[in-house]
T-cell receptor
Framework: AQKITQTQPGMFVQEKEAVTLDCTYDTSDPSYGLFWYKQPSSGEMIFLIYQGSYDQQNATEGRYSLNFQKARKSANLVISASQLGDSAMYFCAMRERDYNFNKFYFGSGTKLNVKP | GAVVSQHPSRVICKSGTSVKIECRSLDFQATTMFWYRQFPKKSLMLMATSNEGSKATYEQGVEKDKFLINHASLTLSTLTVTSAHPEDSSFYIC?????????????FGPGTRLTVL
């Protein structure tokens, strides 16, 4: 089974509006971490936000927030006030306790296009 | 923040040659580095976990003799694609974990685009 599922291959959003990128995960490990990365066309992976499985509150980092619904195993990324520079690929990732927290599982990504 | 560099950023080589890609942690020591491969418009797939001073751990389906990994120091890991063929063309990304940081911290390099003619 897929560890991380991103069902939106591509998304469009108007500049200054908010957008939600979906991510669901599958794990039986009670201890895990969820991550979102941004990958611009240049290729580098830019860390955006992290949510631990035991964190009680949703993570927030500036314009990024993670809507963590543990029972549903979802970890959607919300970008508020979209900017043109937000256009990029976005990957959801998970790390389990196995492999000493080494192994990342990445989703297939969502390409976000911000329209002026 | 922690910086990971990769060299070269882009390489084009002829089929049958070997190519070495370097991954360096510039301002921290990394006992563990990871090598990923990314096909166009696809996700990152972990190829191997590289531990300083020991043999790399390869993921299922990754040819050890094809993709040689050496982690000779706490700041350098190398990936050598031996006898490269066009199907090895891909974007290779490394990441490194700060030995003093939390398990949450893993820093990615900028990637190396390999094209095999």
């Amino acid at each position: 089974a897929q560890k991380i599922t991103q069902t939106q291959p591509g998304m469009f959003v108007q500049e200054k509006e908010a957008v939600t990128l979906d991510c669901t995960y599958d794990t039986s490990d009670p201890s895990y971490g969820l991550f979102w990365y941004k990958q611009p066309s240049s290729g580098e992976m830019i860390f955006l936000i992290y949510q631990g499985s035991y964190d009680q509150q949703n993570a927030t980092e500036g314009r990024y927030s993670l809507n963590f619904q543990k029972a549903r195993k979802s970890a959607n990324l919300v970008i508020s006030a979209s900017q043109l520079g937000d256009s990029a690929m976005y990957f959801c990732a998970m790390r389990e306790r196995d492999y000493n927290f080494n192994k990342f599982y990445f989703g297939s990504g969502t390409k976000l296009n911000v329209k002026p | 923040g922690a910086v990971v560099s990769q060299h070269p950023s882009r390489v084009i080589c002829k089929s049958g040659t070997s190519v070495k890609i370097e991954c360096r942690s510039l301002d921290f020591q990394a006992t563990t580095m990871f090598w990923y491969r990314q096909f166009p418009k696809k996700s990152l797939m972990l190829m191997a976990t590289s531990n300083e001073g020991s043999k790399a751990t390869y993921e299922q389906g990754v040819e050890k003799d094809k993709f040689l990994i050496n982690h000779a120091s706490l700041t350098l890991s190398t990936l050598t694609v031996t006898s490269a063929h066009p199907e090895d063309s891909s974007f290779y990304i490394c990441s490194a974990r700060d030995r003093t940081g939390s398990y949450n911290e893993q820093f990615f390099g900028p990637g190396t685009r390999l094209t095999v003619l």
